[in-house]
């Protein structure tokens, strides 16, 4: 079993920053990527930022230079620095990993989700 947490929404006004964290914890044997995606109130869940094994990263075009995706191998921990948000960010955001739990095995899991709100 696996299970990702994420912390760090909520309320902040337009030109703000905000950082997110999703720790994984449990049968990880190692993790492939880590990402963050986003759902915004009656759209479908789009890809923010993702961060793989290697080191490469993606980022959606509407966040670039403004988001930073970052990563601590040794607490199985991914970041997501926000700035210069936007209200057209809004929305729940949800930490998702491609996690091996044995050598051979791996899932795809999500977080439960936080609640990012900008607004003046």
């Known amino acids: 079993q696996v299970q990702l947490v994420e912390s760090g929404g909520g309320l902040v006004q337009p030109g703000e920053s905000l950082t997110l964290s999703c720790a994984a914890s449990?049968?990880?044997?190692?993790?492939?990527?880590m990402g963050w995606y986003r759902q915004a109130p009656g759209k479908q869940r789009e890809l923010v930022a993702t961060?793989?094994?290697?080191?490469?990263?993606n980022y959606a075009d509407s966040v670039k230079g403004r988001f930073t995706i970052s990563r601590d191998n040794a607490k199985n921990t991914v970041y997501l620095q926000m700035a210069s948000l936007k209200p057209e960010d809004t929305g729940i955001y949800y930490c998702?990993?491609?996690?091996?739990?044995?050598?051979?095995?791996?899932?795809?899991?999500w977080g439960q989700g936080t609640q990012v709100t900008v607004s003046s």
């Open positions: 449990g049968s990880i044997f190692s993790t492939v990527q």
């Open positions: 961060l793989n094994s290697g080191g490469g990263i």
């Open positions: 998702n990993a491609y996690i091996y739990t044995t050598h051979v095995s791996w899932n795809e899991y």
